[in-house]
T-cell receptor, first 112, second 114 residues
Framework: DAKTTQPNSMESNEEEPVHLPCNHS???????IHWYRQLPSQGPEYVIH???SNVNNRMASLAIAEDRKSSTLILHRATLRDAAVYYC?????????????FGTGTRLTIIP | KAGVTQTPRYLIKTRGQQVTLSCSPI?????VSWYQQTPGQGLQFLFE???????NKGNFPGRFSGRQFSNSRSEMNVSTLELGDSALYLC?????????????FGDGTRLSIL
């Protein structure tokens, strides 16, 4: 699986936007970019995914660079409930290879 | 809509015993995956089932096994437990196979080996 690189930790003030970066310079044309987050004492939670175009859903937005070598997860207005570890994952389009390969992720701290 | 349900939430066993963990996927989901999470190794993939067939397997010893039933419910079994098997075991389900399918996780079973 292609590797992703994320900062170990980030801090943000409550009610401000948060931009979480992810580098994936070895991404291939069929790799989907997925984001998950894990709150304390819970299983990972799906946030968003995309292939080439920017994506929006009720939780967040995903901005994908034109060359696809990086992406940014955007939380538009951080709340204390957004404090979690955020994982950026590439999933290659091979049938029968559905596993998620988690890196170390970014630990996001929200400051009240 | 009910989420992924894992039972039990907590389990304490001793070395040498065996354990069975259960996972009920979201209704209509046919793919179930299992992961092990430890502080040292992070989240590691165990195996994935689709339509009662194991489709993919991670790098774990044969003591770790699983199965899926016709209603998509899944179980995993660990035999001859070792201290290093202490971990959070997570189950995830998805509607089908395909890397554009999100996986939805349960809150896990925390297994402690004494």
């Amino acid at each position: 699986d292609a590797k992703t690189t994320q900062p170990n930790s980030m801090e943000s003030n409550e009610e401000e936007p948060v931009h979480l970066p992810c580098n994936h310079s070895t991404i291939s044309g069929t790799d989907y970019i997925h984001w998950y987050r894990q709150l304390p004492s819970q299983g990972p939670e799906y946030v968003i995914h995309g292939l080439t175009s920017n994506v929006n859903n009720r939780m967040a937005s995903l901005a994908i660079a034109e060359d696809r070598k990086s992406s940014t997860l955007i939380l538009h207005r951080a709340t204390l409930r957004d404090a979690a570890v955020y994982y950026c994952i590439l999933r290659r389009g091979n049938f029968g290879n559905e596993k998620l390969t988690f890196g170390t992720g970014t630990r996001l701290t929200i400051i009240p | 809509k009910a989420g992924v349900t894992q039972t039990p939430r907590y389990l304490i066993k001793t070395r040498g015993q065996q354990v069975t963990l259960s996972c009920s996927p979201i209704s209509g989901h046919r793919s179930v995956s299992w992961y092990q999470q430890t502080p040292g190794q992070g989240l590691q993939f165990l195996f994935e089932y689709f339509s009662e067939t194991q489709r993919n397997k991670g790098n774990f010893p044969g003591r770790f096994s699983g199965r899926q039933f016709s209603n998509s419910r899944s179980e995993m079994n660990v035999s001859t437990l070792e201290l290093g098997d202490s971990a959070l075991y997570l189950c995830a389900s998805s509607l089908g196979q395909g890397v554009n399918q999100p996986q939805h996780f349960g809150d896990g079973t925390r297994l402690s080996i004494l």
